[in-house]
């Protein structure tokens, strides 16, 4: 069994990061968003696997190389534009050869991973297998309709109307039927070629389509939101660690993890939270729910439910929530006084905001 990994998406919900930055590698809990998926793969005895790039390529294939530091073997697969996922599993066909596979977006998490559901499929050999979970918003996914015995009969996507609430999670399981339907479909009103075409397809052909209900954690990664919210999941499991250097006047509280070479002097860290490598905290407070990545600086702060991406410098704000902040970004005081700070900033930016201080 082999798997097919989409990382080609430019990541229009997370702009202004992702005009620089690919989204699938932003950080939750310290950990590139794609790493998860290909862990889960990995876990789940699959070897060979081909991930679809666009854009971003050069920036996916530096960060996961050949796949050996996962135990996998990558093979690059260029999409020239985001043509759907469809277009994906058509442009895929000579890796894929004559193998059953799964289909994992790199942008989605599901905590727990697949092994279960990849054992399950290889036991069963439905023709498909989606993945489906209830949300509230079911207009921003493919929905799934069900018949008797939970058959699946029509699949949508984002429907304006939608005919469930069961939305398509980001993972799906095919045999070799599923070239014949992406070779069948049409590009939709959206110009792309539909997954959601493609298994429909299946489903009118008379095609074995299995569903699962995920009751576990998922999460599609795609909105500032989504990343915070699973950024607090992944945080709530992790297991306290100590490498770096703690002064005597800084205090930790609950799950916390100070990587090799992060530094705290006169700081406190009230977990869970996950203070990354060769970071410095002076005279700062790291709420709950917070990762800071690799080689920050954050000086008389406070920050908390947020996530700091590489070389960010935070100097003298009052305070900082709810935030997503780029990589090589400086956030300085300026002379107007906001209590709070809620910020979404691009990579390279330097943004001066108030402070209670002078």
Not at 144 to 168: F, H, M, Y
Not at 273 to 291: C, E, K, M
Not at 340 to 356: C, Q
Request: aromatic letters at 6%.
């Amino acid at each position: 069994m082999k798997a097919l990994v989409l990382a080609g998406g430019s990541g229009t919900r997370l702009r202004p990061i992702t005009h620089t930055s690919a989204k699938q590698l932003v950080p939750v809990a310290n950990k590139p968003v794609l790493f998860y998926g290909l862990e889960a793969i990995r876990d789940a005895g699959i070897v060979d696997v081909g991930i679809i790039v666009g854009e971003t390529a050069a920036e996916i294939e530096t960060a996961v190389g050949d796949g050996s530091a996962f135990g996998l073997r990558v093979t690059y697969i260029h999409q020239d534009a985001p043509l759907g996922l469809a277009h994906a599993v058509l442009i895929a066909r000579d890796f894929l050869a004559d193998e059953p596979f799964v289909m994992y977006l790199g942008d989605n998490l599901i905590i727990g991973g697949i092994a279960s559901l990849v054992t399950e499929f290889r036991r069963t050999t439905p023709d498909a297998l989606i993945l489906l979970t209830k949300v509230d918003n079911p207009s921003s996914f493919g929905v799934a309709e069900l018949g008797a015995e939970g058959r699946i009969v029509r699949l949508v996507e984002k429907p304006l109307i939608p005919p469930s609430d069961l939305a398509l999670v980001g993972v799906y399981m095919f045999g070799t039927a599923v070239h014949e339907a992406v070779r069948s479909i049409k590009p939709s009103t959206r110009g792309e070629l539909e997954i959601t075409e493609a298994i429909q397809w299946l489903v009118d052909g008379g095609y074995e389509v299995a569903s699962h209900l995920v009751e576990g954690y998922w999460k599609d990664t795609g909105r500032l939101a989504d990343m915070l919210e699973t950024n607090r999941h992944l945080l709530e499991s992790i297991e306290p660690a100590i490498h770096g250097t703690v002064d005597a006047d800084s205090s930790i509280v609950g799950r916390v993890v100070i990587e090799d070479g992060a530094s705290l002097v006169r700081s406190t860290v009230r977990g869970p939270a996950i203070i990354g490598r060769g970071t410095t905290l002076v005279d700062t407070y790291v709420g709950p729910f917070t990762s800071i990545f690799h080689s920050c600086t954050i000086e008389r702060t406070e920050i908390e439910y947020s996530i700091v991406l590489e070389r960010a410098t935070i100097r003298g704000i009052g305070r900082i929530e709810d935030s997503l902040i780029g990589r090589d970004v400086e956030v300085v005081p300026s002379a107007a006084l906001p209590k709070a700070h809620r910020l979404m900033l691009g990579d390279h930016s330097r943004v001066s905001v108030a402070t209670t201080g002078a």
